[in-house]
């Protein structure tokens, strides 16, 4: 059975610092892995990654996916209260008609002053 | 710009009562999705279609029905709503195969009394 497994489950943090939210996975017919925040209502992207050991960022925030260990990380530096939010990641697997994302259960963030 | 669209955003309903969930979308996509959120779970597929007249079953089918008769346009049915039922539904749409990202619509949350 495909399975996405984020840790940890929920996070609290004071505003400056860094954290590593992580995800594994274990799924037939991996095609990228894909983190998303969400917040009050939908899913916001942030990353794709399809290739091992490429760094991908976006101010503070950046991800790398290893494909032999089969885990992503995303890294949030200087957090800030607007980084509060549940961080889901899942993995997008071809099957036999299309594309599908399987999530991980989500890492709840807050941030704190 | 309406991207991906739900209607209705809010509903209760009564035990044994039907109700169906539109989605829309207005970027052409072949794929369209429908989740369900519940607390500590995260997003789960409950079907999805890889295109026009096409509809396939995800991890939680059961007690649901869909159709896509027209392209832009995923509908989502309870013939029988029941309180496990009462989740947070999210339809998603994406163009391919080859990882592109997936556009979330802002959520439907729906009570079974």
């Known amino acids: 059975e495909d399975k996405v497994v984020q840790s940890p489950l929920s996070l609290v943090v004071h505003e400056g610092d860094t954290v590593t939210l992580n995800c594994s996975y274990e799924?037939?017919?991996?095609?990228?892995l894909l983190w998303y925040k969400q917040e009050k209502k939908a899913p916001t992207f942030l990353f794709m990654l399809?290739?091992?050991?490429i760094e991908k960022k976006s101010g503070r925030l950046s991800s790398i996916l290893d494909k032999k260990e089969l885990f992503s990380i995303l890294n949030i530096t200087a957090t800030q209260t607007g980084d509060s939010a549940v961080y889901l990641c899942a993995s997008l697997e071809g099957t036999g008609g299309g594309n599908k994302l399987t999530f991980g259960t989500g890492t709840q963030l807050k941030v704190e002053l | 710009n309406a991207g991906v669209t739900q209607t209705p955003k809010f509903r209760v309903l009564k035990t044994g009562q039907s109700m169906t969930l539109l989605c829309a979308q207005d970027m052409n996509h072949e794929y369209m999705y429908w989740y369900r959120q519940d607390p500590g779970m995260g997003l789960r597929l409950i079907h999805y279609?890889?295109?026009?007249?096409?509809?396939a079953k995800g991890e939680v089918p059961d007690g649901y029905n869909v159709s896509r008769l027209k392209k832009q346009n995923f509908l989502l049915g309870l013939e029988s709503a029941a309180p496990s039922q009462t989740s947070v539904y999210f339809c998603?749409?994406?163009?391919?195969?080859?990882?592109?990202?997936?556009?979330f619509g802002e959520g439907s949350w729906l009570t079974v009394v």
């Open positions: 399809t290739s091992s050991g």
């Open positions: 799924v037939t017919n991996f095609r990228s």
């Open positions: 279609s890889v295109g026009e007249g096409t509809t």
């Open positions: 998603a749409s994406s163009y391919g195969t080859s990882g592109n990202t997936i556009y």
